[in-house]
Each structure stands twice: as C-alpha cells, then as structure tokens.
C-alpha cells in the first residue's frame, strides 16, 4: 500500500498551480507545474486518457523519450496511450494542458496520428506554437499563461474540425461508464455497424474503441491503486475479471507492475493539479 508520505514526496518535488475559474472550453484541463529542485528530473508517465500536451517553458530544454528511445525536446503533444514515455530535465517549468480527445481531435488537427505518439507542438501549430509560447514565457503570472493558453485553444477548436457526434457520443458512454461497455451496443445505439463505428472512431479519437475503452478502465484502476487499495479489491471493483488480468492491463498500458504503479509520481500530483473539476468532466466534451 501506497503511504501518505510517499505520495507527499512526490508531490513535494512540484510547485503547482491550477486556474482559479472553471475554463470555457469543455473538455480541458490545465496546470503548471515548476520543480522545486535544481536537480535531473526524471519521470515516467502514466499514460491517461486524454492528449496531453506540455508547453515548456524552462531555461533548459525539456526531453520527452518515447518507449522507442526517439526524443523530442521542447514542447510536446503525447497522445493517447502512449507507453514508456519518460520526461527529462532541469529546472523543469511547463504548462501542462489536458484535452478530452474530441477536442484534441478539432485543436490539433488530428486523430489517429496521435494514438499513441510523442510529437512536437510546432509540427502540429506551426508558427502559432511559436507565437503562443513566446506569450505564455513573456506573463507575469500563471492566471495570465492560463488565460493566454485558453484563447489559443478556443481559437483553434472554433476554427478546428469537430469529431461526428456518434463518436463524441460514444467517448462519453465509455467515460461515463468507465470503460465497462461494449462495443457492439454502443455501435447499434448509434445506428453504425461495427466496423464502421471502428473506423471512424479510430480515426478521429486515435485509438479503436476497445482500446479506449480499456484505457478508461485502466485509468479509473490505476488511480484506486494510488489512492493505497489492494489490486484485489481494484480489479473487483473497476470490472476486471480477476487480479491477474488487472495485471495484464497495467503492465499493457503503463510498462510496469501494479504494485509500481500504486508509488508512481506522476499519479501522486493528480489530487492537487487535476483536483477540479470533477472526475468525469476532465474527459468529457460537448457534443
């Protein structure tokens, strides 16, 4: 079991700040986060189901690895379940923003490209990645990066592509059941066939359905296990059909055991900069 001391080391390594208003974009959540150490960073991320996309905004360049070892250093946009991601740096400070994937879909221009890739900000904003950037280094304050960070993706989603409202409709059923739904009765709900619902899906959201559904799940386990439960009572309660397959699950999505995961400190910060809103609302967009 996780204890309260590990998780408060973890999370002391960070200075954290999250907005002070609920944002205007659906679907988003942001936080900055600046180390309190001069010394390496070195963090594993947990993958999670939402596109992450961190603005860097350190002295020294920040160095995101992917589980092939390619290295892209600034800032980056890691998309959905992307395994063996490590972040590398010194004097960390970065904007990080989370976007339920409907709305990834419409701000970044893409969809299965980012399944489960690491790619650079400027490869997908181009010249408006540099803009935004050299605004958000020039504020005074966090409030001011958050607000500067917030018009460029309303700007981009309003002049963005939506997602089809059946698949915006699916990715909600599974959020809101947590992952535990199948396939072929959301496909039916809709009116699509299945292997038309997998395309389309796939093709706007990055990953096929199952997959998604899965990583809900995944998502939902892995943070009971951070909160200090048994990976017996989780793969119970989260609708696994036993603990050995929990097990595949979380080695599959995070490269690592349970056990690893209940200490990991990338989860041991989600109480403080993903606190609010709620946990549903951190995936979820309007259709």
Known sequence: ???????????????????????RLPGVSMAGFRARTTD?????????????????????????????????????VVGLASVGVRGRGRDVECL???????????VLGAGAELGASVVSLDDLWGRDAARTQEQLRAARSWEERFAIAEAALVRRYEAGRAVEPEVAFVWGQMVTNLGGVRVERLAAEIGWSRKRLWSRFRAQIGLPPKRAAQLVRFDHAAHRLAAGH??????????????SHLHRDVVTFAGVTPTAVRIAPWLAVDDVAWASPAYLSRYLSKS
């Not at 002391?12 to 944002?23: E, F, K, Q, V």
């Not at 390496?40 to 995101?64: C, I, S």
């Not at 990080?96 to 419409?106: D, G, K, M």
């Open 230 to 243: 048994s990976a017996a009572q989780v793969a119970a309660e989260t609708g696994y059909v036993d603990q």
């Open 1 to 23: 079991m996780r204890s309260a001391g590990q998780a408060h080391d973890a999370a002391s390594l960070w200075d954290i700040a999250t907005p002070s208003r609920r944002g």
């Open 40 to 76: 390496p960073v070195d963090l594993g991320v947990v993958p999670y189901p939402a596109v992450t996309v961190a603005v860097d905004l350190g002295d020294a360049p920040l160095a995101v690895d992917d589980v092939s070892g390619r290295r892209q250093n600034g800032s980056v």
């Open 96 to 106: 990080q923003v989370r976007l339920s994937p409907p709305v990834a879909h419409a």
